[in-house]
């Protein structure tokens, strides 16, 4: 990541400042960027909440969350050099007087700084908020003005279905243009996903092997050992095929089966993301047993916020197939969960068994396929899977494994995804968000098995806190085809 001050400098307006996104996820990002003098000399940041805090009251409310949730203890000449940057304004977002005074805190601070009038705007707050903050600001001239850039990054959820995505999309689009619009997949800007395009782009041994002629299936896997925790109310009304499948799940499936654009612009991966996830092969109701196992972890309904009989999924788990001629008859497995073994997110691209081996027959001795593993988080890094001989004087196989641990380098200090999500929305790049188009495209596929999900309750299986997940994912591999969940 690097610094340029002409193009990054701005002011950052972070609405929902006092909530729980912008203490885990901003103010240590900041905090680092800052650290690593990467924050532009005329960047400052204007926190807006409803809460009547004083500046210093909200620096100690920041820093408090600061120390309670990073283990690493604050450098003081670091925090003090941040917390110079950053201005408070209680703002109730429906009060059109609190947006007079943002108008006047922005315009101010401009002028003092003599900054080029760039304004970055971060809604950290309930997705029922998005149109009235970008309604107020539109009514009030905050964002439209003679010179500099205005951009806004907005988190998930990006609506709840495919309707009301185009309806928040419209409202939004009646202020921002679509390249100024920053929707947050965190996901895109995962070191090793980012990778997946690397290693197939510039690897001469895997693009060309890079379909249904050798590879004979794909896993998408990222697990969560905790529960909702806090997020109870949020997640109740989501579950895991809105939280996880219909952005990040479905955004790693589309890198690692699009065809590899030319060169790497925002606008040429949009529109190959987007051929596949247009691409994806609906679900039909009868065949639902053998493409989706849902399952919800023990005590969740005693989660706090959660409906007492919610059949809210907190597992998915579903076969996909993608009607396009470089995956013909490959399915791609997504399995995604909370309160499950262990933490992991990895893509496993399974090959198919070579045909014809010598001597195997003879000896009785089962080949492993080949697996290329790309492990991306908590451990980052590549595991290529592939048969030996054994050493010795007769022909046994041996399975062994090319393993490359990306974070266990000691110069590699992986940045946050939050640090490389600010410093490319203040760059203007935009190749780690997603497109208006890629949002319409996993939506209207996903809300028929949503809807499937919603209407059959029954088909919800409870599964043990820490275990695998719910009894019968098993049954989306076929065993007589060599597969299983790895
Ligand atoms: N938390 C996470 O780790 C996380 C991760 C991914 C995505 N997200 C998304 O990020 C967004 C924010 O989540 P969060 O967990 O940070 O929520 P949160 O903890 O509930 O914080 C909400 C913020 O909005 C402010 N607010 C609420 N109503 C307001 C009003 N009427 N006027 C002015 N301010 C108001 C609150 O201010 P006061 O405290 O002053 O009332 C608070 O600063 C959500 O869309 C969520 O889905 C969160």
């Known amino acids: 990541m690097a610094r340029d001050d002409e193009q990054m400098n701005c002011l950052m307006v972070i609405f929902g400042a006092t909530g729980d996104l912008t203490s885990r996820k901003l103010v240590p990002a900041l905090y680092r960027l800052e650290a690593k003098d990467l ?15 004083s500046k210093e009251q909200y620096l100690a409310h920041i820093r408090d969350k600061y120390e309670a949730y990073n283990q690493e203890s604050l450098e003081e000449n670091i925090w003090n050099k941040l917390a110079d940057r950053w201005h408070y304004l209680p703002l ?12 006047q805190k922005l315009e101010g601070l401009e002028k003092d700084l003599g900054n080029n009038g760039n304004r970055l705007f971060y809604l950290a707050v309930s997705p029922q908020y998005f149109e009235t903050i970008a309604r107020q600001m539109k009514a009030h001239d905050i964002t439209k003005r003679e010179q500099g850039w205005q951009r806004l990054m907005i988190e998930k959820p990006f609506g709840r279905d495919a309707a009301s995505a185009r309806e928040l999309n419209q409202s939004l689009r ?29 690897n001469q041994i895997f693009e060309p092997t890079w379909n249904a002629d050798h590879i004979d299936h794909v896993q998408i896997i990222s ?30 499936l ?30 039909h109701s009868a065949e639902m047993e053998k493409r989706l196992v849902l399952g919800q972890y023990e005590g969740y309904r005693e989660e706090p916020r959660v409906a007492a009989a919610s059949s809210t ?28 073994a262990e933490k992991n997110a990895r893509i496993v691209i399974q090959y198919k068994l070579p045909i014809g081996s010598w001597s195997l027959a003879e000896t009785h001795q089962e080949l492993i396929p080949n697996r290329l593993t ?23 196989l041996m399975p062994v ?17 939050y640090e490389k999500l600010l410093m490319e929305a203040m760059k203007g790049e935009r190749a780690s968000f997603t497109h208006w188009d890629e949002v319409e495209a996993s939506w209207t596929w996903i809300e028929g098995v949503i809807s499937w999900a919603e209407s059959h309750p029954e088909a919800l299986r409870v599964y043990q806190m820490g275990s695998e997940g719910p009894e019968g994912v098993e049954r989306l591999m076929s065993p007589n085809e060599g597969r299983e969940w790895l």
Not at 313 to 338: D, I, N, Q, S
């Open 401 to 417: 494994k090319m393993d490359f641990c990306q974070n266990c380098l000691a110069v590699t200090n992986t940045p946050e995804a």
């Open 313 to 340: 999924e907190t597992f998915a788990a579903l076969k996909v197939f993608l009607k396009h001629p470089r995956w013909k008859g490959v399915p791609f497995y997504l399995k995604t969960g909370k309160g499950l």
């Open 254 to 283: 589309a890198l690692s089966a699009m065809e590899m654009p030319d060169f790497l612009t925002a606008e040429k991966l949009r529109a190959e993301k987007v051929k596949i996830l247009k691409s994806l092969v609906p679900f």
């Open 174 to 202: 009646q202020v921002f243009e679509e390249e100024e619009l920053f929707r947050i997949d965190h996901y895109l800007v995962k070191e090793m996903v980012q990778n997946l395009m690397t290693l197939r782009a510039a």
């Open 223 to 252: 697990t969560e050992k905790d529960g909702v925790g806090t997020r109870g109310g949020y997640y109740d009304q989501a579950g895991a095929l809105r939280d996880m499948v219909q952005n990040h799940m479905l955004q790693m």
């Open 39 to 53: 924050l532009p000399d005329g960047f400052q940041v204007v926190a807006a909440a409803r809460k009547e805090y």
């Open 374 to 396: 790309i492990q991306i988080q908590p451990r980052e890094g590549v595991v290529l899977s592939f048969n030996t001989k054994k050493p010795g004087t007769e022909d046994i």
């Open 92 to 103: 109730e977002f429906g009060n059109t007087d609190d947006y007079l005074k943002l108008k």
